[in-house]
């Protein structure tokens, strides 16, 4: 789906706010920074968000730069590429090795590559397929693994419901992004300098730009890899460049500084993007990699995921010139 259109410069009150496209979780278009300050509606008309979760000890991000590609060992030559929409036990354990592989230390560049694409996909097809099916597959995962899936098909339900699919394909270039490790670094020191926990960095990163894979401005105006509007970057850049990915990090967490992180991390993604929906997918992601910080492994590799009329489309690294890919 196509950028927000018509996403406010000024403090529009709150049923103005609200997008008219936005992002679409495992299918993303990018979303524009702003620090509106109305907010109409009282605070039981917003969505319920879920409760922290206390992360898992002893469990560190992966390595999973692009850097090298090493092919998987014989043992992982089982990994799956494609989610089953018609086997709930399958897909279920699917779901468990994937898992398996983002939590091994040991696990190669190209393992945590094709694990975080099945994850990715396996979320969007529990998300828009049956419940009933979705259901199926979660009753049958391990607590850790159906915690996670279940925040990923809840975090797509509520981006999907923010737009239809359009008919053309965007303006954007598809890039590397940094590698994994290098974005870690600029998240925590952004955390550690700023005070705005690096997960919820992390997130919205994710949903903005796929960890910086769009280059592209929004039809608002909307520009670098944490789409921020150039006046709302006059506020927290603080002379940085806004297509510098450090830079944009540290102004994005000083935003969500000045309007309530750590404190009231909802209330700081709000003024970030003024919708429910955005709120809570973002902070499922966080709540994953606070859980366990190995969800980030999985997460860089996620893929741009266009939701076009014709039917989603992947806009893989090259784009335009590498044409876009029709999900099956």
Known sequence: MTPPAGR????????AAVLAAACLSLGLT??????SGDRSGSPAQRSERPAAEKPERGDKPQKS????????????????????????????????????????????????????????????????GPDAYAQSVLTRL??????????????????????????DFPDW???????????????????RQVGVPWE?????????????RIRGVSTAGAQGPMQFLPTTWDIYGQGGDINDPRDAI???????????????????LWHYNPSDSYV???????????????????YWHWRVIYKHVDGPAVLEIGYPGVPPQRLG
Request: include cysteine.
């Open 250 to 268: 540290f102004a994005a967490a000083r935003l969500l500084r000045a309007n309530g992180a750590p404190g009231d991390m909802s209330e700081a």
């Open 30 to 35: 990018a979303c524009d920074a702003d620090d």
């Open 280 to 298: 809570g997918a973002v902070t499922r992601y966080a709540q994953q990699i606070e859980r366990s910080p190995s969800a980030y492994a999985g």
């Open 142 to 167: 391990p607590p850790a693994v159906r915690t996670k899936t279940r925040a990923h098909l809840e975090a797509a339900a509520l981006l999907d419901g923010m737009g239809g699919p359009v008919p």
């Open 8 to 15: 406010h410069t000024g403090r529009p009150r709150r049923a």
């Open 173 to 191: 270039r598809i890039v590397e992004p940094p590698p994994a490790d290098v974005l870690l670094g600029h998240y925590r020191d952004a955390a």
């Open 65 to 128: 730069g692009p850097s090298t590609t090493i092919e998987p060992s014989p043992a992982r030559e089982a990994l799956p590429r494609r989610p089953s929409s018609d086997d709930a036990a399958g897909l279920a354990a699917q779901l468990e090795l994937v898992e398996s592989v983002l939590r091994d230390p040991t696990a190669q560049t190209s393992e945590l590559r094709q694990a975080g694409e099945f994850e990715q996909l396996a979320g969007r097809l529990l998300a828009l």
């Open 200 to 212: 919820y960095l992390a997130a919205v990163h994710l949903v903005e730009t796929r960890m910086g």
